[in-house]
């Protein structure tokens, strides 16, 4: 322990389902096997900076409700104390991994260099930590939507004096990564999208962010950053519309600028709900498409239409989550993300650590029981049982011909489809059984 903010509490331990303490994992067992892997590397946790240490509590109507030994966050000796806290809860929750955006972890200086200045010195005072430390970077990100520099975006922002500032900022920000031996590198664009049509021209901002994503992809090979390159999607929020709506608008988008296979996606439950699917749907989308990386995991309040960045709580949800995962062959060097943050109402550091915990069993729970779907094998079976057709010579020859050919099959009489139950009803029952 460095600092005193979670007054000195033992690391979280497991116990089992059937302890009552408020502070143990009753279903999070890092060494447990789940097919044939530790569930620690199944699942590959990460405490998200920004919303556990940067976030004062505020919302559209209401200023900081918390009050940290860290706050205000305009100086480097507090940054340092809110590093402290930071890898305290890391080494209590035990994860192997967290997530930073350069704002997060260094005050903005009155320059560029100065901000630098001040972004190294923390990446230094990181440095020394995890070499102690089994937790490892998951990913690292620029915050290039808080500011009001990037008010009307960033890579597609008219103002090529501000794409510059990105570029240089996410320079800065892909080096620090792999400094600290990140495995991803995560670019979430906020503000790249528009508030109106009017003042926008969308194919020049597309091209743009098309250019800008290339410049961050031959980066990547220039200083040989062997992590991945991952986009987030999200429909919008704060932007009215971001151009990075959904897993399969930002396939579409890197196939337009010859990316698909360099850079890859990191899912947002929240972010799927907003954009009006489920998380399965993104994770099975970008499954099928061969993009799928990482997830933050959250929740998201499905009548406020905000994103509200819940800690995740309903395991039928996250078993599905997990499932698909899983079936996708798990992360390899995505993982679990907490993109989550407390209520303001929560104020007690032990709020931040039960947040966790909390969620950490959600996710394991959900786990174990895609886990045993998956050996079960009922969804996979009632699947392929669905698409035999499909096995036969003739369905495969017909994908093979053309529509004459096929007119005349069906024309004799020789095909006549007969409808047969799509059995949802059964397979939610199925579901059920395990969750
Ligand atoms: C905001 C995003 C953000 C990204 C990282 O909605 O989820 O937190 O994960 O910039
Ligand atoms: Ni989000
Ligand atoms: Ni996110």
Known sequence: MTSSFFADTAPVRFEGPDSSSPLAFRHYNPDEMILGKRMEDHLRFAVAYWHSFA????????????????????????????????????????????CWHDADIRPEGPTFAASLRNFHEIIDYFAEKMEHRKTGLLWGTANMFSHRRWMAGASTNPDPDVFAYAAATV?????????????????WGGREGYETLLNTDMGRELDHMGRFLNMVVEYKHKIG?????????????????????????CYGFLQRYGLENEVKLNLEQGHAILAGHSFEHEIATAAALGVFGSIDMNRNDYQSGWDTDQFPNMVPEVALTYYHILKAGGFDTGGTNFDAKLRRQSLDPEDLIAAHVGAMDVCARGLKAAAAML????????????????????????????FDAIFDRVNSGEIDPKPRSGQQEKLENYVNRFV
Not at 70 to 87: G, S, T
Not at 171 to 187: I, P, S
């Open 375 to 402: 050996e079960d094998g009922g969804l996979e079976a009632a699947l392929t049982a669905r698409y035999a057709g499909w096995d036969t010579p003739e369905a495969q020859a017909m994908l093979e011909s053309d």
């Open 225 to 249: 950053f062997t992590g991945t390159i991952l986009v987030e999607p999200k429909p919008q929020e704060p932007s009215k519309h971001q151009y990075d709506y959904d897993a399969a608008t």
């Open 55 to 98: 976030w004062e509590g505020g919302d559209p109507f209401g200023g900081p409700t918390f009050e940290r030994p860290w706050h205000p966050q305009d100086d480097m000796a507090r940054a340092k104390r809110k590093a402290d806290a930071a890898f305290d809860l890391f080494d209590i929750l035990g994860v192997p991994f967290f």
């Open 171 to 187: 320079k800065a920000c892909m080096d620090a990564t792999q400094r600290l031996g990140g495995q991803n590198y995560v670019l």
